[in-house]
């Protein structure tokens, strides 16, 4: 699988990106070599074709920031998918929280939008902490405004690479209106709940699929039958 299409980013930055998004993805749990034998032959050969992953072990914010940049568009961009990664299991937990902020802090972006996130997803009536805050609870209004700066933010991410267009397609499921597991790469990642619909950002992972299919479509002429 190969695109025509120019990339601005170098196959270096790319393979820190994909470990960067599967850091957040695995925050709360861990993987075997085997398994991760397995994630680097398929996203070498499937998702990122061209480029040679050694390993797709996690990946520490200050190598992801020596690759990146550190306050860069490239690392702006980074940050969005990986929050729209998060969340796209319904569920935003502890760990993933932690891990954002040292991304944040380590590629030199701004904190405000995340704490947004952080408060607007957590249970105002819990006073204890929790592992994960669901995301399937409606949304108060306060709660919707609160969102609004997240929103724009992450609507604004400008998908230029077709090996990280297919990772999204890959990890962002196709429809959710029940209960479901989601499998990357031959493991089970997420458990998506009930009416995920109710995510107060689900807009923003279904434009981020529809964008990211459009692109592969579109500008670099590829058959995304196998993501629909």
Request: aromatic share 6%; with cysteine.
């Amino acid at each position: 699988m190969t695109s025509a299409v120019k990339s601005p980013y170098t196959s270096e930055q790319i393979a820190a990106w994909l470990r960067g998004l599967l850091t957040i993805a695995w925050a709360d749990g861990d993987f075997d070599p085997q398994e991760q034998e397995l994630i680097t032959t398929i996203t070498e050969d499937e998702l990122a074709p061209g480029i040679k992953i050694e390993s797709l072990e996690p990946i520490e914010p200050e190598e992801l920031a020596l690759v990146l940049g550190k306050g860069t568009k490239t690392a702006e961009n980074f940050l969005r998918t990986a929050v729209l990664v998060a969340i796209a299991d319904g569920t935003y937990s502890s760990s993933e929280d932690y891990l954002l902020h040292q991304l944040c802090e380590a590629l030199e972006q701004p904190e405000n939008l995340l704490e947004a996130l952080r408060h607007t997803l957590e249970q105002p009536q819990q006073q204890v902490s929790t592992t994960t805050s669901p995301l399937q609870a409606a949304p108060t209004k306060h709660q919707v405004d609160a969102l609004h700066p997240m929103r724009d933010w992450l609507d604004k991410l400008d998908i230029q690479d077709p090996r990280v267009a297919r990772f999204l397609c890959k990890m962002i499921p196709s429809q959710c209106p029940f209960e479901r597991d989601v499998t990357l790469f031959g493991r089970k990642i997420v458990h998506i709940p009930p009416l995920c619909k109710l995510n107060p950002l689900y807009e923003q992972l279904v434009g981020l699929r529809f964008r990211a299919l459009s692109y592969l479509a579109d500008d670099c002429g590829e058959d995304v039958s196998p993501y629909i």
